[in-house]
């Protein structure tokens, strides 16, 4: 089976980041919910992010995966501020921006970008490519020396779309090329971090594997850093430095890219790792298939303690009662578990 990582090229090492860009500590961002009936009555939140924290160096790459519904979408958006979090603090840059608003907000704009997942959903159809990629301009207030046609022209080029097509429509287009449309619209105003929520997911193998490597190159070229939401553990594989693990709104565990894909703790992990598709026949035959029983439960009644344990393999009476507390097991490699086993699954 190919994936998008065969066909991209090798990335090196994971690289070390002493200069912390993005700082967010104990976040939480809970979606108030009311009981059916003729009478409004307030019920339990939806926990989509329960109590997160984890940082982001200087042109990092850092992968968030899990499965659907575990939050990663909604910690995306609401560490950019495109939702209002609930609690918790988002340093950017040495700057707290929890609460910060209006012109402030829209400044913290310039350095903060997001990749859409839906390439047809995100772009407006009754708008022109020029039109849309030119929009963190006059957002901003900003005149780029040579004009702004002549700007989004460039983008244009540098994403590897044809600059004559500036006056066409989304529609016009396809999927991928929709895609980079969106690339050339988030690095317009050169930013410092860009999340990207699932950006490949809805696009073609071969497609994913040329916008994978449109983006390394533009954080080798600009010095980005990445927060790469995906489930496509493949691709985080290949695109991470550090990859954080969520499941229903918490983080389960953290480790640089080689250390988590060949070393995990976590019972989840470990389940997450077997599921990722083996090219090799053989290999897939002697290799462990972790299976979970049961679905994902609520996470507006998540369960007590620690949130795995209804379908963990391990749980004990000790994760009914205590939420485990992420532990550095080693430098830079966190788990929240109270009973990790380090295991070889891929």
Same mark, same amino acid.
């Given at each position: 089976?190919?994936?998008?990582? #065969?066909?991209?090229?090798? +990335?090196?090492?994971?690289?070390?980041?002493?200069? %912390?860009?993005?700082?967010?500590?104990?976040?939480?961002?809970?979606?108030?919910?009311?009981?059916?009936?003729? =009478?409004? +009555?307030? #019920?339990a939140p939806v926990k989509a992010v329960d109590g997160i924290s984890f940082e982001i160096g200087r042109g990092e790459t850092v992968g968030l995966v899990g499965e659907s519904g575990c939050g990663k979408s909604t910690a995306g958006r609401t560490l950019l501020r495109l939702l209002e979090p609930t609690s918790g603090t988002i340093e950017f840059a040495g700057q707290d921006v929890t609460h910060v608003g209006g012109g402030e907000l829209r400044r913290l704009r310039r350095g903060m970008q997001m990749i859409f997942q839906d390439p047809y959903g995100s772009l407006n159809p009754r708008h022109t490519v020029g039109k849309i990629i030119a929009a963190p301009y006059a957002i901003q207030g900003i005149t780029p020396e040579g004009g702004v046609r002549t700007a989004v022209q460039e983008l244009m080029e540098r994403v590897g779309l044809n600059p004559e097509h500036y006056n066409r429509y989304p529609h016009?287009? *396809?999927?991928?090329? +929709?895609?980079? @449309?969106?690339?050339?619209?988030?690095?317009?105003?050169?930013?410092?971090?860009?999340?990207?929520?699932?950006?490949? *997911?809805?696009?073609?193998?071969? @497609?994913?594997?040329? !916008? =994978?490597?449109?983006?390394?190159?533009?954080?080798?070229?600009?010095?980005?850093?990445y927060m790469f939401?995906?489930?496509?553990?493949?691709? !985080?594989?290949?695109? *991470? #430095?550090r990859v954080i693990v969520m499941y229903l709104g918490k983080v389960m565990e953290v480790a640089d890219r080689d250390t988590l894909y060949e070393a995990?703790?976590?019972?989840? %992990?470990?389940?997450?790792? *077997?599921?990722?598709p083996v090219p090799d026949p053989r290999r897939a035959a002697e290799r462990e298939r972790i299976l979970l029983f049961g679905d994902?439960?609520?996470?507006?009644?998540?369960?007590?303690?620690?949130?795995? +344990?209804t379908r963990c393999p391990k749980a004990q009476e000790v994760c009914a009662v205590e939420m485990p507390v992420p532990v550095e097991i080693v430098p830079g490699h966190q788990v929240a578990c109270h009973f990790p086993e380090k295991r070889t699954v891929v």
């Open positions: 089976m190919s994936t998008a990582a #065969d066909k991209t090229v090798d +990335r090196p090492a994971p690289r070390k980041h002493p200069e %912390t860009l993005l700082r967010v500590t104990d976040l939480r961002k809970h979606f108030p919910q009311k009981k059916p009936g003729i =009478i409004a +009555r307030a #019920d016009e287009f *396809s999927g991928g090329q +929709r895609q980079r @449309i969106g690339v050339a619209r988030a690095i317009a105003l050169k930013p410092q971090l860009i999340v990207c929520d699932e950006p490949v *997911s809805a696009l073609d193998v071969s @497609i994913q594997a040329q !916008v =994978i490597n449109l983006l390394e190159d533009i954080q080798d070229e600009q010095k980005l850093a939401v995906a489930h496509d553990l493949s691709v !985080v594989r290949h695109i *991470s #430095d995990p703790l976590h019972p989840y %992990t470990h389940a997450l790792l *077997s599921a990722v994902l439960p609520s996470p507006q009644h998540p369960p007590s303690g620690c949130v795995f +344990r």
